[in-house]
């Protein structure tokens, strides 16, 4: 199997006297959908938040493309290609969409904003997408859709050719027409060659976009399986903790 | 790849493809879904126009918009300078404070020091600026309400200008330059090349821009959509100009069918040339800059701007130091039109000052407004204050009606808001 984009390898996280992550695995590869699932105070975002450089961990090792890496600070995380969308997606909804994609990070000349430059890259992006959703880029995000504000979102942290895209509950808000949308382009993003990490509590979702699920239990990786050898039941048992997965971790 | 599309993925457009009649469609779908913008402070400001231009015979004369001008402008820098953090969902109520204590400490220092003038502005600028950075350090970093910091100083203030001027004490300003900026004029001349200045200006912005699109390979509007907004842009400017070219001043009667001789008062008042240029720099800045963009970001959304690796204590600290700054440059203006400082001066203005950017359409939770939303809510209520006076209402009916233009500019965008909106209104 190739090289994993991403090897976490006994992550250890503790806040206090309370251990979140007890060395925690988890691998992710380019080209993949891997699903990251477990019930609420798993894990999860905290195991997320030390990818993105939020919360660095306590222990264990990072590996980026086989090599060791140690992720402190945002901007390393996304100096190595790492981006995350929020659930609460953070965009300025009184600015339009090339606004909020290139925010912090706009092309200027001369001192002054490139907005052609910014323009051209945003729409060439959000097709290389295949968004069909999007009227104009220069729509405000106050006039978008929860679905248009996930695109949005998303197409934001692929702007920089990003590597690893972690998305946090990218189809919570939404409704089913929408989620459907989300749960494509999250499709065609690993296509185009991305590593994908997806959390969600939506085994329906997790079913029709993952490659891979990986299953957090009380902050331990107890199940990382091929979504082709498992099914939802035996997930939901992972998840509660009521059936052991005895097979061998991807 | 696993497939090609049949068909290539339909083009992303962004509002600038189209003929001139899209264009225009788009603008009123625009105007319908409630980005309104400055639209209902120029329509008000044009009925007011037009309602005094009947009721007062004296209204519509080139005298009384030259009043007109030197009354607004400094409730319009004022305005203008609350929009920088008015934009983050902030506010200073210390901005009139602030501009009468930098107004007092310039008069003190020239009058009782003999400080060179121009020195004297520099220091009452820099008063401004450390007062700005005063404020930002106590909201951004320390994280106290600015409503709450800037009441404080709003009180502490007419203390400390009371303390510079002395009891009941009022200072004339006898420096020639400063009472210049609102009573003199430029020469006729004058006028006229800095309306081409500012035309020259305009076009070559304009131009830059579309070639700046062209390279990048981007759509760019109609050209003649271009050349058409100059164009009024240009016309409004030499009826303007030519109006305050005439000679203003009221005739002395005749004798033996000869005119009394009087002093000419003709060109444009010297304080609308600074007004233009610095609301002309603060629109670059905030439409241009990333400091610009980055400050509408803070505004609409701080924890966004957070994330996107913007410093928002520095966006906010750079925001009240212009505002203070600025609010001296209102100080300087007011001092210029009465003649005098006082312990009071510049302790009345500042909610007039809020008032001119709400009815000009800034949005006081912030993200939403331009300068010249400003620029045009202060037009519209000296408009008001001006032609009830010339009406001989008393004060009383002005505040009335003043208050209630306000309340009428904010239901407006509230329900154009809510219509288009939903949820979003606000």
Redesign the interface.
């Known amino acids: 199997m190739d090289v994993p984009v991403i090897e976490l390898t006994g992550i250890v996280k503790s806040f206090g006297p309370v251990d979140v992550l007890k060395g925690v695995d988890l691998k992710a590869f380019a080209g993949k959908v891997t699903a990251l699932v477990g019930d609420n105070g798993a894990g999860k975002s905290t195991l997320v938040k030390g990818l993105a450089g939020v919360q660095p961990y306590d222990g264990g090792t990072v590996k980026y493309d086989g090599q060791e890496v140690h992720l402190h600070t945002?901007?390393e995380a996304s100096a190595l290609g790492i981006e995350v969308v929020?659930q609460?997606?953070?965009?300025?909804?009184?600015?339009d969409i090339?606004?909020?994609m290139f925010?912090?990070?706009?092309e200027?000349?001369f001192?002054?904003?490139?907005?052609?430059?910014m323009?051209?890259q945003a729409?060439e992006t959000?097709?290389g997408l295949?968004?069909?959703t999007?009227?104009?880029?220069?729509?405000?995000v106050?006039?978008l859709s929860g679905g248009q504000r996930q695109t949005v979102a998303i197409a934001r942290s692929v702007l920089k050719n990003a590597k690893v895209v972690i998305l946090d509950e990218p189809t919570a808000a939404l409704g089913v027409a929408q989620t459907e949308q989300v749960l494509n382009l999250v499709r065609r993003l690993a296509?185009s060659g991305v590593a994908v990490i997806i959390i969600s509590h939506n085994l329906v979702d997790v079913f029709k976009v993952a490659d891979y699920i990986a299953v957090l239990y009380l902050g331990t990786m107890v199940a990382s399986v091929a979504t082709a050898d498992t099914n939802s039941d035996d997930v939901v048992g992972y998840i509660t903790g009521s059936k052991t997965y005895e097979g061998k971790n991807v | 790849m696993t497939s090609t599309p049949a068909t290539p993925p339909p083009t992303i457009g962004s509002g600038h493809e189209g003929s001139i009649r899209e264009q225009f469609t788009a603008y009123f779908r625009g105007i319908r879904q409630g980005e309104m913008g400055a639209l209902p402070a120029i329509g008000g400001f044009v009925v007011l126009l037009i309602l005094f231009t009947f009721l007062s015979s004296s209204f519509l004369t080139p005298l009384n918009i030259a009043n007109l001008l030197t009354q607004a402008a400094t409730l319009m820098m004022l305005a203008m300078a609350l929009v920088f953090v008015i934009l983050l969902g902030e506010i200073d109520l210390s901005a009139g404070v602030t501009s009468g204590v930098s107004a007092a400490l310039f008069v003190v220092l020239v009058h009782n020091y003999d400080v060179n003038w121009i020195a004297a502005i520099l220091i009452a600028l820099a008063t401004g600026l450390a007062i700005g950075f005063f404020i930002g350090f106590f909201v951004a970093r320390v994280g106290i309400p600015s409503f709450v910091v800037t009441l404080g100083l709003f009180l502490g203030f007419q203390g400390l200008q009371l303390i510079i001027i002395g009891t009941g004490g009022v200072y004339r300003v006898e420096t020639p330059e400063v009472a210049a900026i609102m009573n003199k004029n430029l020469p006729i001349l004058w006028g006229w090349i800095g309306l081409a200045i500012a035309i020259a200006l305009a076009v070559l912005t304009a131009l830059w821009d579309r070639a700046r699109r062209a390279r990048a390979g981007v759509a760019n509007r109609p050209a003649l959509l271009m050349w058409g907004r100059l164009a009024l842009i240009a016309i409004a400017g030499a009826l303007f100009v030519a109006m305050l070219s005439v000679d203003r001043a009221p005739s002395r009667g005749s004798l033996n069918g000869v005119p009394i001789a009087h002093n000419a008062i003709e060109g444009v008042p010297i304080v609308v040339p600074i007004t233009v240029a610095i609301l002309w720099a603060g629109t670059f800045i905030l439409d241009r800059t990333r400091f610009g963009r980055h400050l509408y970001a803070v505004g609409g959304n701080p924890e966004a701007a957070r994330r996107a690796g913007i410093k928002v204590a520095s966006i906010r600290m750079i925001a009240f130091v212009t505002c203070s700054t600025l609010a001296v440059v209102a100080g300087i203006f007011d001092a210029s039109r009465i003649g005098v400082v006082s312990a009071a001066s510049g302790s009345q203005i500042v909610l007039s000052g809020v008032a001119a950017a709400v009815v000009g359409g800034v949005s006081l939770f912030g993200g939403r407004g331009r300068l010249t939303h400003a620029a045009i809510g202060a037009l519209v209520i000296a408009v008001i204050a001006n032609g009830l006076g010339l009406l001989g209402l008393p004060a009383g009916v002005n505040f009335l009606v003043t208050g209630g233009v306000l309340i009428l500019a904010a239901s407006f965008d509230a329900v154009s808001r809510k219509r288009a909106g939903g949820a979003l209104a606000r």
């Open positions: 945002p901007r929020y609460d997606l953070a965009l300025a909804e009184n600015l090339v606004q909020n925010l912090g990070r706009e200027t000349r001192g002054t904003m490139d907005e052609g430059t323009e051209r729409s959000l097709q295949s968004v069909r999007v009227k104009s880029v220069r729509q405000k106050s006039s296509d």
